[in-house]
């Protein structure tokens, strides 16, 4: 059964950054892009990007340039998200999701499964 | 605000059938496919239709979509409790060169 894995709760202060986590199967590592989307508390859901945990190819929403990092770790199939520059605003569920093969154009995959999601809260 | 819009709220009683619109632009709709999302409280959404019209295995024929120009409906017949959710549609964006969302649409069966 496919999952994908995310790390616990985040708390952080304004300013600061947050790295996210998300465990994949080798299958999913190897052949998938794997989004980052957040949901902040009541609202709907934001995209940030999309990696090719293999093969590194990275893909950022132009909201994000410049604060977003994906990266990913091979020896533990891992995705990582990190954000920095954190504001209140940051405050969500940050989601990753498995999307299409990578030989497939991705505006023609759709994102499943999901992670179970991260709450980070950005608070002083 | 959300690039594609739904109604915030929609409603029915068991047995009858719901539509719930997404309105888009020719940057998205109008040139992709669109994509339903069902959520329940505290969960991590589930795709429900891709493709504008296609089912993923498991998810009853009770759910179907349809899309026309630059916009789309999910319609949702012989409406049952467990139904009651958010829905949300998506597609991607080749002006914003990503992902786009409608702000989601809460189902209550009454």
């Known amino acids: 059964q496919v999952q994908l894995v995310q790390s616990g709760a985040e708390v952080k202060k304004p300013g600061a950054s947050v790295n996210v986590s998300c465990q994949a199967s080798v299958d999913t590592f190897t052949n998938y892009y794997v989004h980052w989307l957040r949901q902040a508390p009541g609202q709907g859901f934001e995209w940030l990007g999309f990696i090719n945990p293999s093969a590194g190819r990275i893909s950022y929403a132009q909201k994000f340039r410049g604060r977003v990092t994906m990266t990913s770790d091979t020896s533990t199939t891992t995705i990582y998200m990190q954000l920095s520059s954190l504001r209140s605003e940051d405050t969500a569920v940050y989601y990753c999701?498995?999307?299409?093969?990578?030989?497939?154009?991705?505006?023609?995959?759709?994102?499943?499964?999901w992670g179970q999601g991260t709450l980070v809260t950005v608070s002083s | 605000q959300s690039v594609l819009t739904q109604p915030p709220s929609a409603s029915g009683t068991p047995g009858q059938r719901v539509t719930i619109s997404c309105s888009g632009s020719?940057?998205?709709?109008?040139?992709?496919?669109i994509y339903w999302y069902q959520q329940f409280p505290g969960t991590a959404p589930k795709v429900l239709v891709y493709r504008n019209n296609q089912r993923p295995s498991g998810v009853p024929d009770r759910f179907s979509g349809s899309k026309s120009g630059t916009s789309a409906s999910l319609a949702i017949s012989g409406l049952r409790s467990e139904d009651e959710a958010d829905y949300y549609c998506a597609a991607w964006d080749d002006s914003l060169t990503g992902w786009v969302f409608g702000g989601g649409t809460k189902l209550t069966v009454l």
């Open positions: 020719s940057s998205n709709i109008g040139v992709n496919y």
């Open positions: 999701a498995r999307g299409g093969t990578t030989m497939m154009v991705v505006a023609w995959s759709w994102f499943d499964p």
